[in-house]
């Protein structure tokens, strides 16, 4: 709650995690799913900073739940393209690595807060 969401480790993660996407992405001619997966990867660290600067650890609590879905959303996608040869697993990998530990952080911070509200 608006303790300066640059300063969690989390939301410095997701939004590398987010630059790496765009970045893995860059030559992906399937387009729709190229902005599908940069849309989630961008919307990891937006919901996070969004909840950060919420009023209350409830409405905060919610955004990072939000969060969370959208990087559910990531790894799928990023699974989708790599199974159908769109990405190689040498670049996915890596991401999903990342978005694991995001995960976990985003767990431990959603506890931490939950149990504030």
Same mark, same amino acid.
């Given at each position: 709650?608006?303790?300066?969401f640059? %300063? $969690?480790?989390?939301?410095?993660e997701?939004?590398a ?5 765009y970045?893995a992405?860059?030559?992906?001619? =399937?387009?729709?799913l190229? %902005?599908q997966?940069?849309? #989630? ?7 996070i900073a969004?909840?950060d600067?919420? %009023?209350? %650890?409830? =409405?905060?609590? !919610?955004?990072?739940? /939000? @969060?969370k ?5 990531? !790894?799928?996608q $990023?699974? /989708? ?10 670049t ?6 990342t #978005? #694991?530990t ?5 767990g431990?911070? /959603?506890? @931490?807060?939950?149990?504030? #509200?």
């Amino acid at each position: 709650m608006g303790t300066g969401f640059h %300063d $969690l480790r989390v939301w410095n993660e997701a939004k590398a995690l987010a630059v790496s996407t765009y970045r893995a992405t860059e030559g992906l001619r =399937d387009f729709g799913l190229r %902005d599908q997966i940069r849309r #989630a990867a961008a919307s990891v660290p937006s919901n996070i900073a969004e909840g950060d600067e919420r %009023d209350t %650890d409830k =409405d905060c609590v !919610r955004c990072f739940y /939000i @969060a969370k879905g959208s990087l559910a959303e990531l !790894r799928t996608q $990023l699974e /989708i393209a790599s199974e159908v040869g769109a990405l190689p697993e040498s670049t996915v990998k890596p991401l999903l690595e990342t #978005a #694991a530990t995001v995960a976990r952080q985003l767990g431990a911070l /959603i506890k @931490a807060r939950s149990s504030r #509200a």
